[in-house]
């Protein structure tokens, strides 16, 4: 049987070895989760002393400009400061643009379509 020693989590979240516990942090989407992370012990607290540290905190606030250009058929609405939510007003043809320089790491986008009458799926 192996030992918890072998897997370095000795202790829960501040036996990890900093290693792991910047992986975790970069996985986090929001910066108010990563600042709670951070706050956890000081442990945690000690991981901004690593370079990696700040290439992780400029991924996390990632900032999406869309481009309204009619904005009497469309309606934008931030919901969270990461997700956004587009409303068509006009049963009319649009186009929506997103502006956003993908520059490291990994990007999603995920798109709802409802009620689009015969061209549904």
């Known amino acids: 049987m192996a030992v918890p020693k072998e897997y370095n989590v000795i202790d829960g979240l501040p036996g990890l070895g900093p290693d792991i516990m910047l992986q975790l942090l970069s996985e986090l989407r929001l910066i108010s989760n990563a600042v709670q992370f951070l706050g956890v012990c000081n442990k945690t607290r ?5 370079d990696r540290f700040m290439k992780i905190i400029e991924t996390l606030n990632y900032p999406i400009e869309i481009i309204n250009k009619d904005p ?3 309606q934008l609405i931030n919901i969270d400061g990461v ?3 587009i409303n068509q007003k ?12 993908l520059e490291n790491g990994i990007w999603s986008l995920e798109a709802m379509f ?5 061209f549904g799926t």
């Open 83 to 85: 997700q956004k939510k």
């Open 114 to 118: 409802q009620n689009t009458e015969e």
């Open 72 to 74: 009497d058929c469309i």
């Open 90 to 101: 006009k049963s009319e043809w649009h186009t929506i643009s997103l502006v956003r320089m």
């Open 46 to 50: 000690q991981l901004m002393n690593y």
